[in-house]
């Protein structure tokens, strides 16, 4: 299984965040800290879900 990385990283979302808060005029942001913010909540692991997870089906699922 090849697993591919599609999360921004820091200098991408530093300079998002940026531009976005010059377009709003807003002065004395913390970016790094907002990118710190918003790194940790995408890098978290997911929660599990509700259901069955693939690999617990069988063949008939009647229960």
């Given amino acids: 299984m ?3 990385d599609i999360a921004p990283s820091r200098e991408m979302l530093a300079e998002a965040i940026a ?6 005029g807003a002065r004395q942001v913390d970016i790094e800290a907002l990118v710190d913010v918003i790194k940790a909540v995408i890098d ?5 879900s509700e259901g069955r997870r693939p ?5 008939t699922n009647d229960d």
């Fill in 2 to 4: 090849v697993s591919h």
């Fill in 19 to 24: 531009g976005e808060l010059a377009r709003q």
């Fill in 55 to 59: 690999e617990e089906l069988n063949a």
């Fill in 44 to 48: 978290r692991p997911a929660e599990p």
